[in-house]
């Protein structure tokens, strides 16, 4: 009789012993569940907004900390969730998050005022961090062969991206023949699969030695995001403004704090096996794996930012409801799909680091047909830069993650897929804000407003005009046509430079990540 090695038994051990092929891709199968359910929920709520404000007679602050409440929490708590994954078992905590997002939705569906809401959205967000970081990690134990993990990231990936496009949709079409609440019901049916077959299935996975976990540094780490996210959010929502710029600076010397505890942790863990850093801040200098996650922040900045003035446009220049402009949308979302599946087995023949830098070449090549292309003809340049961009996206985010998860080791795939899901969200964030704020300065820069106006119009309309494309449609509705068009004409012009500004800054940034991950990626082997 053969004796079993001790790789053998320490795997079985570990709940990741020898599995049938099937049972792992049908674990990936219901782990596509939480994602879908984290991204339908972060675009869908957008266009139940009208519906809640009337609703719950919601104030225009009220309505911001709706919206803000879930990321704010969610990214102060995705480090800390992960590290807490690899202690307590990443399944673990993947099915207390779905089952407290599954209730907290339930609850929040039926609020009965604003101030519930927003502690609701704010509870989704505590419940929202424990899934992300968890299904990634999964994924990186479930699938240790790294042919068969591309696949399954690409597939996750894609199942992010496609909740990210049905969002909208399913949000506009949910408060349309029911109620706003609806749009946070559905988490209900669509986590119940993941409660009911994932015990069953989704096999256990934790750090083989964990530490104490460290209450001191989860606190640090929600003072260094969520100032920084809060200072983010404040600058794409009101523009540069000393307490944005305070926040941003005070997370950021929380950091500061943050690492310099992680690190005088690690040295003790190298003789006291029980106290352990929450983060291997050592994992950053692996430049395949700092280089990744710049190279997803990235991906998503552009994304994020082109999405940004590409909704503008298509609803208050080319007067499309908000659900026809998703809905158009929506093939360059499935673009961002297809060109994830399809790079799997292209980085058997082309190095990883090559194609994530083609990816970011894409969206450089997407952000110029924007800078330089005539889009005042309908938007079907911008419909074809996004589908361009999107591919980019798509190619980029699939393999970076990958290198992600490949360059961390397996007891820390926790901490590092947090990390991956907090690039999603600051690279989002910073999309909107960087973007957003030179777009809405440009456009007040450049609007002029014709002779005529201010003797016809309300001072606060003329005023709201000046600072926003929408101020400036709502103000052509009150006059008469001839000099309604004339103002709907100098508001597009005005928006139209900002985006020319907008998209040639994004342009050098994509192209100097290319260039970035061409040149620190290019040593990382093709997929034998």
């Known amino acids: 009789m053969s004796i079993p090695s001790i790789t053998a038994v320490n795997s079985t051990l570990a709940g990741t012993g020898p599995r049938a092929p099937w049972r792992d891709w049908v674990a990936l199968a219901l782990l596509m569940f939480p994602v879908l359910l984290v991204a339908v929920d972060n675009t869908a709520l957008t266009f139940a907004l009208p519906a809640i404000a009337t609703s719950l007679d919601a104030s225009g602050v ?28 990443r399944r673990r905590l993947l099915f207390v998050g779905s089952a407290g997002f599954a209730a907290v939705s339930a609850a929040t569906a039926f609020a009965p005022s604003a101030e519930w809401l927003i502690a609701g959205r704010a509870g989704l967000g505590l ?33 992010f991206s496609g909740g990210a496009a049905l969002g909208p949709i399913a949000g506009g079409w949910l408060v349309e023949h029911f109620w706003w609440g609806a749009v946070l019901l559905v988490a209900v049916p669509i986590i119940l699969p993941l409660l009911l077959l994932g015990p069953a299935l989704i096999p256990e996975s934790r750090d083989p030695r964990p530490g104490r976990v460290d209450v001191p540094s989860i606190v640090l780490s929600l003072l260094v995001m969520v100032p920084v996210v809060y200072g983010i959010k404040t600058l794409a929502t009101h523009g540069p403004a000393p307490e944005a710029f305070a926040s941003i600076g005070a997370g950021l010397f929380m950091g500061y704090v943050f690492i310099r505890r992680q690190r005088a942790l690690a040295r003790v863990h190298r003789t006291d ?26 991906a998503l900045f552009s994304f994020n930012g082109f999405i940004l003035f590409l909704a503008q446009h298509l609803q208050l220049l080319e007067g499309q409801s908000p659900s026809a402009s998703g ?41 110029f047909l924007v800078a330089f292309g005539d889009h005042s ?29 490949g360059a961390a080791p397996a007891d820390k795939s926790g901490a590092a897929a947090a990390i991956s899901e907090t690039g999603y969200e600051v690279g989002s964030l910073l999309g909107t804000a960087i973007l957003g704020s030179i777009l809405t300065a440009s456009y007040q820069g450049n609007l002029r407003l014709p002779a005529g ?64 991950a061409a040149v620190v990626l290019r040593t990382v082997p093709k997929a034998k």
């Open 327 to 367: 809905v158009a949308m929506v093939p360059a979302l499935i673009a961002t799909v297809v060109a994830g599946l399809l790079v799997v087995p292209l980085v058997r023949k082309v190095r990883p680091g090559f194609v994530v830098a083609g990816g970011l070449l894409l969206s450089a090549a997407g952000y």
């Open 453 to 516: 106006v201010a003797e016809l119009a309300p001072a606060a309309a003329t005023s709201q005009a000046g600072e926003t494309l929408a101020g400036a449609v709502e103000l052509a509705r009150m006059l008469p046509a001839p000099l309604a068009e004339a103002v709907t004409a100098a508001a597009r012009t005005a928006f139209d430079s900002g985006v020319h500004v907008t998209a040639s800054i994004a342009l050098v940034l994509m192209t100097g990540a290319c260039v970035l």
């Open 127 to 159: 419940f929202g961090a424990m899934l992300m970081p968890s299904t990634l990690s999964l994924i990186r134990n479930i699938f240790p062969e790294p042919n068969r993990r591309r696949l399954a990231v690409a597939i996750w990936a894609a199942g």
């Open 62 to 89: 009220e309505l911001l900390w709706i919206v803000d409440a879930y990321p704010l929490v969610l990214a102060g708590l995705l480090v800390a969730m992960g590290s807490l994954g690899d202690r307590i078992g």
């Open 273 to 298: 096996h029980s106290t352990a850093p929450m983060l291997d801040v050592s994992l950053f200098g692996n430049p395949v794996f700092s280089t990744a996650i710049i190279a997803n922040v990235l």
């Open 377 to 405: 003809h309908g938007p079907s340049l911008l419909l074809a830069a996004l589908m361009v961009l999107c591919l980019g996206v798509g190619a980029a985010e699939t393999i970076s993650n990958d290198l992600i998860l």
